[in-house]
T-cell receptor, first 110, second 113 residues
Framework: GQQLNQSPQSMFIQEGEDVSMNCTSS?????WLWYKQDPGEGPVLLIA?????ELTSNGRLTAQFGITRKDSFLNISASIPSDVGIYFC??????????FGKGTRLSVIA | DTGVSQNPRHKITKRGQNVTFRCDPI?????LYWYRQTLGQGPEFLTY????????KSRLLSDRFSAERPKGSFSTLEIQRTEQGDSAMYLC???????????FGEGSRLTVL
């Protein structure tokens, strides 16, 4: 089945630093989504990407749909304490259900 | 609040008991999904509905699990004869587009003792 490899698994950064995380797939996706999850809550959609090469921003967040359609990247600029949480990538091909990575746990040190 | 609503938020039960979770999707969304999430993992797909039709079920959905969406609106997920391995967060999501964004509820956390 489809598998998503998300890295890094966790990261500790200083407030104000930029963050980069990525996701790779063993197969091609037509849609890449990035979610953030806080403890005890459901994932919240951050950014959706539908086209290879697409670069989309949402405030301090920027995500890219890799041109090979097998990867995606999420960057967070000037991190703040409320950025703490687990970030998940999710991919979809055709009409199949979304497949999720295992997440990147972000900790921000004030 | 017009988001996806799930209840109960928490359920503690003894092994062997049956439990049922309810999901109310965003009203205009025709697709409804159930995912399961265990500690340290991403959500794993269980099943989804388009309107009242259940279109796909994961191999994770054993015979003890059943999901319904009788009128194409809310959905229920029932787990019969619960086992300790069923302990997880059960997430419901809905979407409007065939290939598009899923909007998740806050989840129902199940603990089987």
């Amino acid at each position: 089945g489809q598998q998503l490899n998300q890295s890094p698994q966790s990261m500790f950064i200083q407030e104000g630093e930029d963050v980069s995380m990525n996701c790779t797939s063993s197969s091609i996706f037509n849609t890449w989504l990035w979610y953030k999850q806080d403890p005890g809550e459901g994932p919240v959609l951050l950014i959706a990407l539908y086209k290879a090469g697409e670069l989309t921003s949402n405030g301090r967040l920027t995500a890219q749909f890799g041109i090979t359609r097998k990867d995606s990247f999420l960057n967070i600029s000037a991190s703040i304490p409320s950025d703490v949480g687990i970030y998940f990538c999710a991919g979809q091909s055709g009409n199949t259900p979304l497949v999720f990575g295992k997440g990147t746990r972000l900790s921000v040190i004030a | 609040d017009t988001g996806v609503s799930q209840n109960p938020r928490h359920k503690i039960t003894k092994r062997g008991q049956n439990v049922t979770f309810r999901c109310d999707p965003i009203s205009e969304h025709n697709r409804l999904y159930w995912y399961r999430q265990t500690l340290g993992q991403g959500p794993e797909f269980l099943t989804y509905f388009q309107n009242e039709a259940q279109l796909e079920k994961s191999r994770l959905l054993s015979d003890r699990f059943s999901a319904e969406r009788p009128k194409g609106s809310f959905s229920t997920l029932e787990i019969q004869r619960t086992e300790q391995g069923d302990s997880a967060m059960y997430l419901c999501a809905s979407s409007l587009l065939v290939a598009g964004e899923l909007f998740f509820g806050e989840g129902s956390r199940l603990t089987v003792l």
